[in-house]
């Protein structure tokens, strides 16, 4: 277990809609970074908070979008879901940039099917 | 897009057999950390090696790195049932924390 919460483990939305996801990062950690898992793949880097600001985006669009609060917990929104949507979102959290050992900590995960 | 490309990509083994996994990687690099997953939940971290080492330990695992080459592989020792999972390779460019990661490497260990 890594200290990392996400919420909700599945769900289910139809094309069109929108969709938060939470994550709640381990204690001392200011840094949480979102990834996609489409099945059989990789994950991809999202984009990454530190200290409520986004810090770096990796190649989505701008219907992805996150929150960072003050106590360092995440959420990301997907808006006009589309089909290719449908993966496991991984958020993790890891300590202060600049530390040498950027040892990320992830959480379970939440399985987005898309219909 | 896909940083890293491991290989194999699935190995099949017996107990108590080694397990070796390749991954190699297109641009420099600050660091390069190994991952596992077990059946699309969460990723554990196994290890980390920074780009001016060239071998790191820990318990069954091996890593080595090679920047000339870009390539790291990963030696699972003695393997157990309980690492059937999927490895993954991921590249972290700077103190930036985004990691890029490959496809993997899906390992089934048979007693």
């Known amino acids: 277990e890594t200290g990392v919460t996400q919420s909700p483990t599945h769900l289910i939305k139809t094309r069109g809609q929108q969709v938060t996801l939470r994550c709640s990062s381990q204690?001392?950690?200011?840094?949480v970074s979102w990834y996609q898992q489409a099945l059989g793949q990789g994950p991809q880097f999202i984009f990454q908070?530190?200290?409520?600001?986004?810090?770096g985006r990796g190649n989505f669009p701008p219907r992805f979008s996150g929150l960072q609060f003050p106590n360092y917990s995440s959420e990301l929104n997907v808006n006009a879901l589309e089909l290719d949507d449908s993966a496991l979102y991984l958020c993790?959290?890891?300590?202060?940039?600049?530390?040498?050992?950027?040892?990320?900590?992830f959480g379970p995960g939440t399985r987005l099917t898309v219909l | 897009s896909q940083q890293g490309e491991e290989d194999p990509q699935a190995l099949s083994i017996q107990e108590g057999e080694n397990a070796t996994m390749n991954c190699s990687y297109k641009?420099?690099?600050?660091?390069l950390q190994w991952y596992r997953q077990n059946s699309g939940r969460g990723l554990v971290h196994l290890i980390l090696?920074?780009?001016?080492?060239r071998e790191k330990h820990s318990g069954r695992l091996r890593v080595t790195l090679d920047t000339s080459k870009k390539s790291s592989s990963l030696l699972i020792t003695a393997s157990r049932a309980a690492d059937t999972a999927s490895y993954f390779c991921?590249?972290?460019?700077?103190?930036?924390?985004?990691?890029?990661f490959g496809a993997g490497t899906q390992v089934v260990v048979t007693p």
């Open positions: 641009t420099s690099i600050n660091n």
């Open positions: 090696i920074r780009s001016n080492e």
């Open positions: 993790a959290s890891s300590l202060p940039l600049g530390t040498s050992e950027n040892e990320q900590f």
């Open positions: 908070y530190y200290r409520e600001e986004e810090n």
């Open positions: 204690s001392g950690h200011n840094t």
């Open positions: 991921a590249t972290e460019r700077n103190s930036w924390g985004k990691l890029q």
